[in-house]
């Protein structure tokens, strides 16, 4: 090809160019198609739990309450607390759906405003016994020893105790409140997650990283921070 040639060919209107441009555009424009279709991670997950209709119908049913927790007191139909004397007992009806307690008091309303209570007590009593299990399951887990026997004794011996008796047992102790019956109910549940915790600590304090860790002189509270507590989340999420 000539000089000539190569310089008509360079320039902007020749059909070498336009060639050029119309590759490079389609390039981009798929580009841009795979980039804007890639899904995100959240959404596969989105994807694929919407498929599935169990947890659909619990993720629903956890809206629901949610929701009646913060408009409780909106949508009860009377005062909880108000008192029909000349309707105590009444069965199901078009004004009290739940029917009356021996009070009178409507016993539907009474359940829409006790949810914000019931759904804030459980995550009170499951924040005060993993705060109190996690630290005691890794402990026992990492470290062995002696301190694990008499930490598990303590375990066993509360669970010796049947349920019931030592929520009422430690409730009469501490005194009549909600809080203070939390914290009884918490004590039930903790020898649980201490279990679990110890185990899956006793689990992951076995794996090669763990051991490639402790070898180059990481301290035992980076590894318990950022390699056994992450890998011990899990289990109790399900739990």
Known sequence: MSDDD????????????????????LHNEVGETDVEKTPTTLSRAWKRYRRMPVPMISLIYIIILVFVAIFGEWLAPYDPREQFVGDRFEGFSADHWLSTDDLGRDVFSRVLVGTRISIISGFVVTAIS??????????????????DLILLRVMDAL???PGLVLVLSVAAILGPSLFNA????SLVIVPGFVRLIRAQTL????????????SI??????????HIVPGVLSPLVVA
């Open 217 to 226: 002189g990481t301290p035992r509270s980076r590894i318990l921070r950022k």
């Open 6 to 25: 190569t310089e008509l060919s360079d320039l902007p209107g020749s059909p070498e160019v336009a060639a050029t441009a119309s590759t490079a555009s």
């Open 182 to 185: 939390m914290i009884a109910i």
């Open 130 to 147: 993993l705060a109190i299990a996690i630290p005691l399951g890794l402990l026992a887990g990492y470290i062995g020893g002696t301190f």
């Open 159 to 161: 669970r010796s105790f």
């Open 203 to 214: 689990s992951l304090r076995e794996e090669t990283f763990i051991e490639a860790s402790q």
